[in-house]
């Protein structure tokens, strides 16, 4: 079945720890790319990936880290998380490399940073 | 700057009765204009794609339209199962080759039986 993997689903943490979610598409799509979703603000890009190797920041970038070393894998990495960070983010993939092409998303990762 | 703004909030209908979600963009350029619903605690669920002004798609009880400066998602007859949010996002394109997608804020549809 194709799909979009995060995880985990839900994450309570503290101030300043560390932490990565993970994504993984099964598609072997070429674009990638994570959102945050806010009430009263919509779905906003936080950093997509066109290939292997290429990332680009989105609308949101601030606070947050991406790599892109395999083509099926877009990790988001928060160093020093902080309470703004807390919201609801969306890892999703595309067929072409701009994502001009439909966009699938994972069913998300609920974060809680106190 | 590149924006995306959809009305209503929310809207309540009733079983049957029919209706139309707007979705206006000012954007450099057009690559794609998407339509998406999103249900509680999931994610994005795609629906359609219009790439230029004239072009219409439908798929059951829903129809999506685009012009230059907004599209419409008209919904004929729904039912209680059509109750989600629907969100617009757009691909601007104008002379920078990026992967940007820029969402509008959503409507949150409800049906009543």
């Known amino acids: 079945e194709a799909q979009v993997t995060q995880n985990p689903r839900y994450l309570i943490t503290v101030t300043g720890k560390k932490l990565t979610v993970t994504c993984s598409q099964n598609?072997?799509?070429?674009?990638m790319s994570w959102y945050r979703q806010d009430p009263g603000l919509g779905l906003r890009q936080i950093y997509y990936s066109m290939n292997v190797e290429v990332t680009d920041k989105g609308d949101v970038p601030e606070g947050y880290k991406v790599s892109r070393k395999e083509k099926r894998n877009f990790p988001l990495i928060l160093e020093s998380p902080s309470p703004n960070q807390t919201s609801l983010y969306f890892c999703?993939?595309?067929?072409?490399?701009?994502?001009?092409?439909?966009?699938?998303f994972g069913d998300g990762t609920r974060l809680s940073i106190l | 700057e590149d924006q995306v703004t959809q009305s209503p909030e929310a809207l309540r209908l009733q079983e049957g009765e029919s209706s139309s979600l707007n979705c206006s963009y000012t954007v450099s350029g057009l690559r794609g204009l998407f339509w998406y619903r999103q249900d509680p605690g999931k994610g994005p669920e795609f629906l359609f794609t219009?790439?230029?002004a004239g072009e219409e798609k439908e798929k059951e009880r829903l129809k999506a339209t685009l012009t230059k400066k907004e599209s419409f998602l008209h919904i004929t007859a729904p039912k209680p199962e059509d109750s989600a949010t629907y969100l617009c996002?757009?691909?601007?394109?104008?002379?920078?080759?990026?992967?940007?997608?820029?969402f509008g804020q959503g409507t949150t549809l409800q049906v009543k039986p």
């Open positions: 996002a757009v691909h601007p394109g104008g002379s920078s080759n990026t992967g940007k997608l820029i």
């Open positions: 999703a993939s595309s067929s072409t490399p701009r994502g001009n092409q439909p966009q699938h």
């Open positions: 598609m072997n799509h070429e674009y």
């Open positions: 219009l790439y230029s």
